[in-house]
Nanobody, 120 residues
Framework: QVQLVESGGGLVQAGGSLRLSCAGS????????MGWFRQAPGKEREFVAA????????YYADSVKGRFTISRDIAKNTVSLQMNRLKPEDTAVYSC?????????????WGQGTQVTVSS
């Protein structure tokens, strides 16, 4: 099992940027692909982005493609999500998790999440 802790959320105006970070514990953290999901109030959890264990492969939900960038620092055991040109509809709790794919059930070891609020 790997422990995951997200940080970097906050309140930002539409058009602004935020950078989320997911810190992982354990020697095997860098061996696993990782993903970011988000969940807005009253909505189902939604896939945002994923990155392979090496960082060589990434993919994104259509709703964030071109605005968000996922990356990882293997030496620091972190996975980041750079979010630019934020929109009010990006408001949600963002969580990182270990796994691969666009379905939440393909992931385990979820973090507790960090709130992102985008004001119009």
């Amino acid at each position: 099992q790997v422990q995951l802790v997200e940080s970097g959320g906050g309140l930002v105006q539409a058009g602004g940027s935020l950078r989320l970070s997911c810190a992982g514990s354990g020697r095997t953290f860098s061996s696993y692909p990782m993903g970011w999901f988000r969940q807005a109030p009253g909505k189902e959890r939604e896939f945002v982005a994923a990155i392979s264990w090496s960082g060589a492969t990434t993919y994104y939900a259509d709703s964030v493609k071109g605005r968000f960038t996922i990356s990882r620092d293997i030496a620091k055991n972190t996975v980041s999500l750079q979010m630019n040109r934020l929109k009010p509809e990006d408001t949600a709790v963002y969580s990182c998790a270990r796994g691969w794919g666009q379905r939440a059930e393909d992931y385990d070891s979820w973090g507790q999440g960090t709130q992102v609020t985008v004001s119009s």
